[in-house]
């Protein structure tokens, strides 16, 4: 019979997205707003960026992808935007690859996006 473990994890810190050019999907996400908050080479040929939304407390980290962490995944990562639909359409002007805006009754408004090595995000409206 499997023990239950209590633990005193209380929030998100960091979400790490693998990238084929760190640099470029650098800016990608400060094209969309994010400030970055950190950027350096931990140890020899690992670096370490770390990029959010203005006042988010969760941070997305952009490291070098490899064989054991390809790019081009779903992230399944879920942004939270007070207006989706203005994402949307600011995004889609932009260039950036997004999906449909979803609108089902009683969901918040919804969208998925990629970045430059096509990791897929998405974009919820509050509620």
């Known amino acids: 019979m499997p023990t239950t473990t209590s633990t005193t ?13 760190q640099d470029r999907t650098l800016a990608f996400f400060e094209d969309l707003g994010f400030t970055k908050r950190f950027d350096e080479e931990l140890q020899e040929g690992f670096r370490w960026i770390e990029v959010a939304p203005q006042g988010s ?3 997305v980290a952009i490291v070098e992808a490899g064989d054991g962490l ?56 509050t509620d």
């Open 9 to 21: 994890i209380s929030t998100i810190r960091t979400i790490a997205i693998p990238t084929t050019d």
């Open 57 to 59: 407390a969760v941070s």
């Open 70 to 125: 390809p790019a081009g995944v779903d992230t399944g990562i879920r942004f939270v935007a007070t207006d989706a639909a203005a994402d949307h359409a600011a995004m889609t002007g932009a260039g950036v690859d997004v999906g449909e805006l979803l609108r089902w009754p009683g969901v918040p408004a919804m969208f998925a996006f990629r970045d430059v090595d096509g990791n897929q995000f998405y974009v919820s409206e």
